[in-house]
C-alpha cells in the first residue's frame, strides 16, 4: 500500500480522503466473523506512520482500532494523526481492550484531536468498552458542528448512559442522526434526555435506540412525548420492548417516516387495532421481529397507504423463525 502511495503522483493522492487504519484480519468462515489474528510488527506500524505523513492534511475521514495493535503503536499512531490531518469531518475510534482507557498519552491525544477538529468534526463513531474520562466527553461535547453520533457501549454495568448524554447533548443544534446502543435496559431518564436536553429534537431524522429487553411501561409515557418532540423522523430503529400506544404514536406522528425497523420480546404487542393511521407515502420498509403475532389488519393498513412499502415480519424472536413477507 505504501508503495502504491507513493507511485501515484500529487494530483492523484488530493482525491484521497478517507483512511481506515486496522491491523491485519482475517475472516472466519466458521462464525462469519472478522477475527483478528495477531498483533502488527514494528514494520506495519512505520509503513502505517509513513503512509499519514505522505497524505498529509488530504485525510478528512480518519478510522482507527486498537485491535492488533501493541498499545504504544496505538499511541504513536494517534499522534501521528494530529500531527498530520488538519479539521478532520469524520472520525471513528474503536477501543476494545481494557488496556487502551488506562493509557493517559493515549486519552490526552483524543482529547487534544477532539478540541482541535471541534469546529469541523461532523461525524463521529464512538464503539467503546470502557467509560472515557470526564474531561474526554467534555471535548466531545464541544464538537457543537456534530450532524451524526454514533455511541456503542459495550459494558452492561457502566457507564450510565443517562449522565453522558446530559453533558453532550446540549451543545448539538446541528445533529440530525443518532445512534445509542449499549446491552442494558433503557430507562425513562434517558429517553427524556433525547427530547429535553438536544436543543433541536425536531431537528433528528435518524434515530437508532438498540438497548436489552425490559418492560415497555418503565419508559413508554416518555417515548411517546420524544416521539412527538421528533415528527421529522426518517428511519427509526428501535431495538427494545414495545406497546400498541407506542406503535400508533409513531404512525400517526411521523409523517416522513421511510424506515421502521423494531425488535420486541412482548408477546403482548399485536398492532391491534391500529388500522386507519396516517402513515406517510414515503414509507419504504418495515422491519418488524416479534414474539407476538403482529394483526394483519396493521400490516394491510401499511400496504395501502405506500404500495411500495417493503414489510418483513419475523414471528419469533430467534433467527430463522417463520418470516411473512409482502412486497
Known amino acids: 500500500m505504501l508503495q502504491y502511495l507513493q507511485s501515484l503522483s500529487d494530483h492523484d493522492r488530493l482525491y484521497i480522503r ?72 469524520q472520525f471513528q475510534m474503536s477501543l476494545f481492550k481494557v488496556e487502551s482507557f488506562l493509557l493517559s498519552d493515549l486519552m490526552d491525544s483524543l482529547t487534544r484531536l477532539y478540541r482541535r477538529d471541534q469546529g469541523s468534526l461532523k461525524s463521529l463513531v464512538l464503539d467503546l468498552a470502557q467509560p472515557l474520562p470526564a474531561d474526554q466527553w467534555q471535548a466531545i461535547a464541544g464538537c457543537t458542528e456534530l450532524q451524526d453520533f454514533h455511541l456503542g457501549l459495550y459494558r452492561s454495568s457502566e457507564p450510565i448512559l443517562t449522565d453522558i448524554l446530559v453533558r453532550i447533548l446540549p451543545q448539538w443544534s446541528s445533529l440530525s442522526s443518532l445512534y445509542l446502543c449499549q446491552p442494558r435496559a433503557l430507562t425513562a431518564g434517558t429517553v427524556r434526555s433525547l427530547y429535553k436536553d438536544l436543543p ?29 418532540a421528533m415528527p421529522n423522523l426518517w428511519t427509526l430503529e428501535a431495538h427494545l420492548d414495545w406497546t400498541d400506544q407506542m406503535m400508533h404514536q409513531v404512525a400517526t406522528t411521523l409523517k416522513d417516516l421511510r424506515r421502521l425497523s423494531i425488535t420486541c420480546s412482548s408477546a403482548e404487542f399485536t398492532c391491534c387495532g391500529i388500522r386507519e393511521v396516517a402513515w406517510g ?45 409482502w412486497e
Open 18 to 89: 478517507a483512511l481506515d487504519i486496522t491491523s491485519h484480519r482475517d475472516f472466519d468462515s466458521t462464525s462469519n466473523n472478522i477475527v483478528y489474528t495477531d498483533i502488527a510488527d514494528a514494520a506495519c506500524v512505520h509503513n502505517v506512520l509513513l503512509i499519514q505523513s505522505l497524505l498529509g492534511t488530504r485525510i478528512s475521514d480518519l478510522a482507527l482500532t486498537d485491535t492488533g495493535w501493541a498499545p504504544e503503536s496505538l499511541i504513536d499512531i494517534v499522534q501521528m494523526s494530529l500531527m498530520t490531518t488538519n479539521h478532520l469531518q
Open 200 to 228: 433541536r429534537p425536531e431537528g433528528l431524522h435518524e434515530l437508532h435506540l438498540i438497548f436489552e429487553a425490559c418492560q415497555a411501561n418503565l419508559y413508554e409515557d416518555e417515548f411517546l412525548k420524544m416521539i412527538r
Open 281 to 325: 407515502q414515503g414509507l419504504e420498509k418495515i422491519n418488524m421481529r416479534t414474539s407476538g403475532k403482529i394483526w394483519r389488519g396493521f400490516l394491510d393498513a401499511i400496504r395501502r397507504r405506500s404500495r411500495r412499502v417493503r414489510i418483513l415480519v419475523y414471528g419469533s424472536m430467534k433467527w430463522g423463525g417463520s418470516v411473512d413477507e
